[in-house]
């Protein structure tokens, strides 16, 4: 069993709709919880960052950690052909190493 | 700031042959991390450094795969010799201790090994 689980998709959407994505870790010692975006042909870039449990809101993105139940999720709101890309949820312990989901790849219809 | 800079963008090459991948991180950064992504296994942490000093690389496969980092500038990751199943997107990423929480991602070499 891997230590983040992730359904990779496809997901596809219609311009305007909400965008659920989640994922299930087994290791109790993360922390640290964040959500990257990676575009085709592209470098991982950082989306959205989470210490422990609660919610957090930038935009129209919201993530959310549930530590109790081991799972976390990203919501963005109205979106956009320009948020089509593979979402990457990524989290760690006090120390530096990321643990990667497999990625869900979203696209966006206009 | 011109972000994290990887050489070569795409290298192929044949089997056995040593491929070296080299990464220049964001100036002052002092955490290094190589990392690998494949459609089957994902990103995956390969090894990473702070301030030019391998910390872990429980994640490098095999012995096959050597990384160094000889200044803050510059940090290489060579494979000797190289074999098809080493074909990947190796990524470079930096960050900085007090912003810990943020890897900066180099845009990626495209590994083919035939």
């Known amino acids: 069993q891997k230590e983040v689980e992730q359904d990779p998709g496809p997901l596809s959407v219609p311009e305007g709709a909400i965008v659920s994505l989640n994922c299930t870790y087994s290791?109790?010692?993360?922390?640290?919880f964040m959500w990257y975006r990676q575009y085709s042909r592209k470098g991982p870039e950082l989306l959205m960052y989470?210490?422990?449990?609660g919610n957090k809101e930038d935009g129209r993105f919201t993530a959310q950690v549930d530590k109790s139940s081991k799972y976390i999720s990203l919501f963005i709101r109205d979106s956009q052909p320009s948020d089509s890309a593979t979402y990457l949820c990524?989290?760690?312990?006090?120390?530096?190493?990321?643990?990667f989901g497999a990625g869900t790849t979203v696209t966006v219809r206009a | 700031d011109a972000g994290v800079i990887q050489s070569p963008r795409h290298e192929v090459t044949e089997m056995g042959q040593e491929v070296t991948l080299r990464c220049k991180p964001i100036?002052?950064?002092?955490?290094l991390f190589w990392y690998r992504q494949t459609m089957m296994r994902g990103l995956e942490l390969l090894i990473y450094?702070?301030?030019?000093?391998?910390?872990?690389d429980s994640g490098m496969p095999e012995d096959r795969f050597s990384a160094k980092m000889p200044n803050a500038s510059f940090s290489t990751l060579k494979i000797q010799p190289s074999e098809p199943r080493d074909s990947a997107v190796y990524f470079c990423?930096?960050?900085?201790?007090?912003?810990?929480?943020?890897?900066?991602f180099g845009p990626g070499t495209r590994l083919t090994v035939t």
């Open positions: 290791n109790s010692a993360f922390q640290y």
């Open positions: 989470t210490y422990s449990s």
């Open positions: 100036s002052g950064h002092d955490y």
């Open positions: 450094f702070n301030n030019n000093v391998p910390i872990d």
């Open positions: 990423a930096s960050s900085f201790f007090a912003s810990s929480y943020e890897q900066y």
């Open positions: 990524a989290m760690r312990p006090n120390d530096y190493k990321l643990s």
